[in-house]
T-cell receptor, first 111, second 112 residues
């Protein structure tokens, strides 16, 4: 099956710093999503981005499908950005289409 | 829209007990799926459904049953709970044509 690798596994930032989180995947995909799991365990959709670039406030994401990677940028980080960031990809269509998750990146933003 | 809802939020079971985790969505999504999340790992697919009456196994189906009698509901049954099923369970849904998935708030299950 498709492999998803996220790096770095852990990241500690001072409030106000910028960061880049990376997701590499082993095959072409129909879907790529970034999620933030907050300290209460809730999974929050950040981006649906199988290709191209999107921005939402301080967060932006870029997926280069031909090179099989995606980047999530967090600018001017805040303590509320802490949590685990997951990249998930989906390959195939119809009944064969399943979402595969990476192991996540744990981000801690210190005040 | 309430989106994807799950009940209960927390559950403690004894080994050998059975129970059903409930999942419902009000977005008329065709696809629904169940994932489990264990410490230090991403989410792993248990079972999924592409429409009412159609279900299939995911990566870790053993010990779980599902059925899909309506578009809205996709319950997950644990037939005889084991400590290895201690986990956080997430339900998700999406349309048949748009790949973006939406997740419920999760159910934290402990089996003693």
């Amino acid at each position: 099956g498709i492999q998803v690798e996220q790096s770095p596994p852990d990241l500690i930032l001072q409030e106000g710093a910028n960061s880049t989180l990376r997701c590499n995947f082993s095959d072409s995909v129909n879907n790529l999503q970034w999620f933030h799991q907050n300290p209460w365990g809730q999974l929050i959709n950040l981006f649906y981005i199988p290709s191209g670039t999107k921005q939402n406030g301080r967060l932006s994401a870029t997926t280069v499908a031909t090179e099989r990677y995606s980047l999530l940028y967090i600018s001017s980080s805040q303590t509320t950005d802490s949590g685990v960031y997951f990249c998930a990809v989906e390959r195939g269509t119809g009944a064969n289409s399943k979402l595969t998750f990476g192991k996540g990146i744990t981000l801690s933003v210190r005040p | 829209n309430a989106g994807v809802t799950q009940t209960p939020k927390f559950q403690v079971l004894k080994t050998g007990q059975s129970m059903t985790l409930q999942c419902a969505q009000d977005m008329n999504h065709e696809y629904m799926s169940w994932y489990r999340q264990d410490p230090g790992m991403g989410l792993r697919l248990i079972h999924y459904s592409v429409g009412a009456g159609i279900t299939d196994q995911g990566e870790v189906p053993n010990g779980y049953n599902v059925s899909r009698s309506t578009t809205e509901d996709f319950p997950l049954r644990l037939l005889s709970a084991a400590p290895s099923q201690t986990s956080v369970y997430f339900c998700a849904s999406r349309t048949g044509t748009d790949y973006e998935q939406y997740f419920g708030p999760g159910t934290r299950l402990t089996v003693t």
